[in-house]
Structures are given as structure tokens and as C-alpha cells.
């Protein structure tokens, strides 16, 4: 099992994905991927594509965070739903992680 630091792109995760490669997403990689949005290091777009990629069934969630992770993920892979996650809603969520 791979786990990610939140430095990975977009590239690098679905190519673990592509290869079957079980991945383990942690609340703080997930933290770092928000403060990356906040730093503008990464677009909404990217973020939307990496939660796309992030919600698949060979990605497993830190286990005492799996439904805020889950809960971000789809806000993030969701923004016709949601709206784009704005610097301040990316704080909001680190705070629950």
C-alpha cells in the first residue's frame, strides 16, 4: 500500500491507480493538498481531478478521518454542487481534519 504525502500529482496518483496499486489517503496529505489550493500551488481544477481520482475504490481513507476526508473529497470533485472551494472554505475544512 502507497501511502501519499499530499506532494503527489495529479499524474503520479493516477498512475498508481492505472497499475492497481492501493493507496492510503491520510488526513494530513489531505491537509497539505487544501493548503496547496489555499497557495495557489495547485488549481481547483487539478484538486477537482485529484478527488476525482481519490474517490475511487482503490484509495483507502485515514481511518479516524475516513468521513471528513470523504466529505471533502466530494465537495472538492463536486463544485457544480458545491461551488469552487474558496481559500477561506479550504480553512474551514483543514479544521476538520
Same mark, same amino acid.
Given at each position: 500500500m502507497k501511502h501519499l504525502t499530499g506532494h503527489e500529482t495529479? /499524474? =503520479? &496518483? *493516477?498512475? #498508481? &491507480?492505472a497499475q492497481g496499486e492501493r493507496i492510503l489517503l491520510s488526513s *494530513?496529505?489531505? !491537509? $497539505?493538498i487544501l493548503k496547496s489550493l489555499i497557495a495557489k500551488e495547485i488549481t481547483a481544477e487539478k484538486a477537482q481531478h485529484l478527488a476525482d481520482v481519490f474517490e475511487c475504490e482503490l484509495v483507502d481513507y485515514d #481511518?479516524? !478521518? *475516513?468521513? @471528513?476526508?470523504? =466529505?471533502? #473529497?466530494? /465537495?472538492l470533485s463536486s463544485p457544480e454542487i458545491n461551488g469552487v472551494v474558496t481559500p477561506e472554505?479550504? $480553512? @474551514? #475544512? $483543514?479544521? !476538520?481534519?
Open positions: 495529479l /499524474e =503520479d &496518483v *493516477s498512475k #498508481l &491507480v *494530513s496529505a489531505m !491537509k $497539505i #481511518l479516524f !478521518k *475516513s468521513q @471528513e476526508i470523504a =466529505d471533502i #473529497l466530494f /465537495e472554505r479550504c $480553512i @474551514e #475544512l $483543514i479544521a !476538520k481534519l
